[in-house]
């Protein structure tokens, strides 16, 4: 593996650097609050706020199946065929399938969404990610974006919206997550910066437009 400097886009960390007790810290922080996990969370707790009853986490499964965990499991299947060396698909120029899989996950489960009467504020959230989505994968075509931080930041400031601003204390957990990208050398401090505001922008926009 070749490590980076300020003018190329980073890669895998070095064994060295692999072995050190902070990048450990930071592979765990990275796993745990890795897309999938964060919008399983997420998606649950928005689609129960929408709702106000239990029913709203079954639209919030959906919302997760359909936002994480389907592509998820999409890049689980490239890796078994050898596609990509591992989930977070370090190669820039490699990632536009992944954001077409994501689009049209969301955009089926948005109008699974529609036609079942679901809660406004789940929808919103589906659509909100879904246009977040089209930037991340306009961006990427140049540069690259973490969509690590976007989910993290984008999930957050859902929460906040559909419950109490005092989910905004979650962005400690999209710090870390930011800190982690650059530990780990996948990111550079401005790519999980713009990850993490796109998020929280387009979020935003989209419940308080």
């Known amino acids: ?29 990275t796993d745990v609050f890795q897309p999938r996990n ?38 689980e299947w490239e890796r078994g065929r050898g596609t990509w060396g591992d989930r977070h698909v370090v190669d820039r120029t490699k990632r536009a399938p992944i954001f077409f899989v994501i689009l049209g996950s969301i955009g089926a489960g948005s109008v699974v969404m529609v036609l079942g009467h679901a809660p406004t504020g789940i929808l919103l959230a589906m659509l909100a990610l879904w246009a977040m989505t089209v930037v991340l994968l306009a961006v990427n075509t140049v540069w690259k974006i973490s969509v690590d931080a976007a989910v993290a930041s984008a999930v957050v400031a ?4 559909v419950h109490s601003p005092w989910w905004l204390l979650g962005y400690t957990m999209t710090v870390a997550v930011c800190w982690s990208r650059v530990a780990l050398r996948y990111h550079t401090v401005a790519q999980v910066i713009a990850g993490a505001s796109l998020g929280a922008t387009t979020a935003t926009a989209l419940l308080f437009g």
């Open 1 to 29: 593996m070749t490590t980076t400097d300020a003018t190329t886009e980073p890669t895998e960390p070095t064994d060295i650097a692999e072995a050190s007790g902070t990048t450990g810290t930071a592979r765990t922080v």
């Open 158 to 161: 859902l929460l906040a919206a």
């Open 38 to 75: 964060v919008l399983l969370v997420g998606m649950l707790g928005i689609g129960l706020a929408a709702a106000g009853h239990w029913t709203g986490l079954l639209w919030g499964f959906l919302g997760a199946l359909c936002a994480g965990l389907v592509p998820a499991g999409y890049i």
